[in-house]
């Protein structure tokens, strides 16, 4: 996205057109995000309040494995020196991200809740 996302944005650009009606098309989803700021922004929480979703702690450990794919993509960005070059780099290296990485992730969840469990919501090792 081009330009600040701010909470309104996050709900005009991402959640109407694409998150509620792929929450919509799965009746038993749960929805989870973190506690960014626009994430926990009114205009968010009020769209939101349709939707089945996490909990979520102030002060929680991230458990997202998606953070660790932005890791690797960070790792391997190439200097760019305009908005359309970042565009066309962060597209190709998502494209050949190596899908083992990824399933190795996902199935890392049930450790990371176990081990966000185990430190009452603190610091764990993912």
Same mark, same amino acid.
Request: hydrophobic content about 40%; glycine content about 8%; charged content about 15%.
């Given at each position: 996205?081009?330009?600040?996302?701010?909470?309104?944005?996050? #709900?005009?650009?991402?959640? @109407?057109?694409?998150?509620?009606?792929?929450?919509?098309?799965?009746?038993?989803?749960?929805?989870?995000?973190?506690?960014?700021?626009?994430?926990?922004?009114?205009?968010?929480?009020?769209?939101?309040?349709?939707? @089945?979703?996490?909990?979520?702690?102030?002060?929680?450990?991230?458990?997202?494995? #998606?953070?660790? #794919?932005?890791?690797?993509?960070?790792? @391997?960005?190439?200097?760019?020196?305009?908005?359309?070059?970042?565009?066309?780099? #962060?597209?190709?290296?998502?494209?050949?991200?190596?899908?083992?990485?990824?399933?190795?992730?996902?199935?890392?969840?049930?450790?990371?809740?176990?081990?966000?469990?185990?430190?009452?919501?603190?610091?764990?090792?993912?």
């Amino acid at each position: 996205m081009r330009g600040t996302l701010t909470g309104q944005r996050y #709900v005009d650009d991402i959640f @109407q057109p694409h998150v509620g009606p792929f929450l919509n098309g799965l009746p038993r989803a749960i929805f989870h995000q973190d506690n960014a700021r626009l994430h926990t922004a009114g205009v968010a929480q009020d769209f939101l309040c349709h939707f @089945q979703t996490l909990p979520w702690p102030a002060l929680s450990s991230n458990l997202s494995p #998606v953070e660790h #794919v932005w890791d690797q993509l960070k790792q @391997q960005m190439p200097s760019c020196y305009s908005v359309h070059d970042l565009e066309l780099a #962060v597209q190709g290296l998502w494209a050949h991200l190596p899908q083992d990485n990824i399933r190795c992730l996902i199935n890392s969840m049930p450790d990371r809740v176990a081990a966000c469990i185990a430190a009452g919501g603190g610091p764990t090792r993912y």
